[in-house]
């Protein structure tokens, strides 16, 4: 039983740091034989893929993130964006995307200023995402470059002709007849045409009709609107030079492009935010609600109910708002680097923009009466803009009482249930010792939320971007915490026992332990209680997890929300007269017991439905499926045939069978997570 208790903590304890291994080299080159003072130089962000790996262009198609670079030292030289070379079309499955694969160079060029010393540094946070068959891997690198003036640094070599920036741009004339954009194409251009932005859908890209010596594209389903303005594609000629192509629009063309509806947002259209379509409904004089959400955000889940109210669907109809849904479910570099220009480091977060306005950003516990505040004020031009935040203190009241309201998550409320059940069981005992077993077990609450705000806070000044929930994007913890849920729910139905309660009763094998046990109890409860997010738990953590919060200011949140996690046991330790409360102990504690089982089913559920949000191959998942009946299989075999009337030759061969079955799921299932 041991044994078993202690691969469970070990695992749960590896969980966060189960990483994908990454398939991109990844570094900062020159590419200006000569540097001087004065003038211009050219970089590169270099990418070399694994075989059957890439990262996306700029317009990366249907899904995907371009990569990025956040400038950490310059030398002042003012690096500017990157030039893209000309990308290649990808059809996974209907899913159409524009790659690079192999080595890519994305040119970067930057002015040296004329008092520069005899040495520049250049260094970057550069963040990509990586792509197979199999699935996409968020990947993220510090890089750096030192050049020296004059013609002594290393050059790398770049074929020109792959950069439709670096070559004339093509003029031609199109023209909009209906669902249908119709371009006249230069003889030369007989390739693929890709879009910069998706005001032709990838799908559409990917079927490109020729009539004559023009290019048909189909509107239908494009996400970026098609104005008057000139629309820019890219395409490669008869030469091997990528081309950048302006098209000039008759006067007349409007088109706004089709939304997608969201699941569950009652009669709302829902668009997939990106910057890009955001800046262009910002241009057009429309107002834009962005929505960050993540499916394993608890409190972003609670906060959807708003968006069934009738007032608050009739309030952003009518005022002709566009609704951008950004997911962060997969941790996307660029929601991320977008939630960092607000001063955020995780989510729930809703902000409402408008043209020539600051920003109206909303409470993480989100109002429809909020919304409806919101959208009036900010069609009142001239009254100052708001902002629904609140007070450090009353932040603080919401991490007590989140932390309170933790015990009722399914993953916390089968513990405490369990707790209540001891102090039934303890009825008669010393009234020193229950106190103590109680300040025990607060103490090892927070104690442990202490630790896990000092390890965020050391990661993060580290150069990682994490916040509360880092561990739920990452699939090797969302499968242990399932596996954990199920292995904890099978133990309370009665298929084996593995002690009263891993969470409630670990460590007490003999009487003199029953001390040790109650601070390892809130040790383990608390990390049982990481994955769950009381509604408003998560905003008080993002709150706490802002950039512009201290250390201390972290930590007393951390421990106020350890402090309301523990105060319903504190309270039954210190004043033990409200156990008379309690009923007797009796049958109706292991029917209890058996209750308590299936709140942990549900949060298991929940996860398997997280992690089919985090992982994109389907093969591994229906292993993961099958990987969970092992587990199940295994639990039983350990408590059916490891039970005490078998003889001790069955119990050894059933237990070590089980905890083999047990263990090789998990490796198998760890060593092969997309």
């Known amino acids: 039983m041991r044994l078993l208790t202690i691969i469970l903590l070990g695992f749960l304890g590896l969980a966060p740091s189960v990483r994908a291994a990454i398939h991109s080299q990844v570094d900062l080159v020159n590419l200006s034989p000569r540097i001087v003072a004065g003038e211009k130089i050219q970089l590169a962000l270099r990418f070399k893929c694994d075989p059957h790996f890439h990262i996306y262009w700029k317009n990366p198609g249907d899904a995907g993130t371009p990569p990025s670079i956040q400038w950490i030292e310059t030398s002042n030289t003012q690096p500017s964006g990157p030039i893209w070379p000309g990308p290649t079309l990808l059809d996974l499955s209907g899913v159409i995307n524009f790659v690079h694969a192999d080595e890519t160079l994305l040119i970067i060029e930057a002015t040296v200023p004329k008092n520069s010393p005899n040495t520049l540094t250049l260094k970057g946070h550069v963040q990509w995402l990586e792509c197979n068959e199999g699935g996409c891997f968020p990947q993220e690198k510090d890089v750096s470059l030192t050049l020296k003036l004059g013609n002594e640094n290393q050059v790398v070599s770049f074929n020109p002709k792959l950069y439709p920036d670096l070559q004339p741009v093509i003029l031609t004339p199109g023209r909009v007849s209906g669902q249908s954009l119709e371009i006249d194409s230069p003889n030369e251009l007989t390739h693929k045409w890709f879009p910069e932005k998706n005001f032709v859908s990838p799908s559409a890209i990917a079927s490109q009709a020729t009539k004559t010596n023009n290019k048909i594209f189909s509107l239908k389903d494009a996400t970026d609107p098609l104005s008057p303005d000139p629309i820019y594609f890219v395409a490669e000629d ?188 303890e009825s008669g005992a010393a009234r020193r010792t229950v106190i103590i077993h109680g300040l025990l077990y607060t103490l090892g609450v927070i104690v442990s939320f202490l630790t896990l705000a000092l390890l965020i ?86 709150f706490a997890l802002e950039s512009s919060r201290t250390t201390p200011e972290t930590l007393l949140f951390f421990f106020v929300i350890g402090l309301g996690m523990a105060t319903p046991y504190l309270t039954l330790s210190l004043f033990p007269k409200l156990t008379r409360l309690l009923p007797k102990p009796g049958a109706w504690m292991e029917t209890l017991k058996q209750v308590m089982s299936f709140p942990l089913f549900t949060y298991a559920v929940y996860l398997l439905w997280v992690l089919y949000g985090l992982v994109d191959d389907a093969n591994w998942l229906r292993d993961a499926s099958l990987g969970l009946i092992l587990i199940a299989a295994a639990c039983w075999i350990f408590g059916h045939w490891g039970a005490l009337h078998r003889s001790p030759k069955q119990r050894f061969l059933s237990r070590l069978s089980a905890v083999i079955i047990f263990a090789s799921t998990i490796g198998y299932l760890l060593s092969t997570l997309p």
């Open 238 to 425: 008869l030469n091997g030079n990528f081309r950048r192509i302006r098209v000039e629009l008759g006067a007349q063309t409007t088109v706004t492009p089709t939304l997608i509806s969201g699941p569950n947002l009652g009669t709302l259209n829902w668009a997939t935010w990106s910057p890009e379509a955001q800046a262009s409904a910002l241009s057009s004089g429309k107002s834009v609600y962005l929505d960050f959400t993540a499916r394993w955000c608890a409190t972003c889940q609670v906060n959807k109910r708003v968006y069934h109210q009738a007032d608050v669907i009739t309030a952003l109809s009518q005022n002709n708002i566009v609704l951008l849904r950004a997911d962060w479910t997969k941790k996307d570099s660029v929601i991320s680097q977008e939630l960092k220009k607000y001063g955020r480091e995780g989510i729930p977060f809703n902000v409402l923009l408008k043209p020539n306005q600051p920003p109206i950003i909303f409470s993480e516990l989100l109002t429809g009466s909020e919304i409806i505040s919101a959208i009036s004020q900010s069609n009142a031009t001239s009254s100052p803009p708001i902002s629904s935040t609140h007070s450090y203190l009353v932040w603080l009241i919401f991490a007590f009482v989140g932390g309170v309201f933790l015990n009722l998550m399914p993953c916390v409320f089968p513990m405490l249930g369990l707790k209540v059940l001891g102090f039934a069981q």
């Open 457 to 542: 806070i050391a990661l993060k000044s580290g150069g990682s971007n994490i916040g509360w929930g880092f561990q739920m994007q990452s699939p090797g913890f969302v499968l242990l915490t399932c596996i954990l849920m199920i292995t904890l729910g099978l133990s309370l139905v009665g298929v084996f026992e593995i002690g009263t309660s891993l969470a409630g009763h670990a460590g007490q094998i003999q009487n003199r332990a029953t001390s040790a046990g109650a601070l390892l109890s809130g040790i383990l409860a608390t990390a049982v209680a990481t994955p769950c997010t009381a509604p408003g738990l998560g905003a008080a953590l993002g």
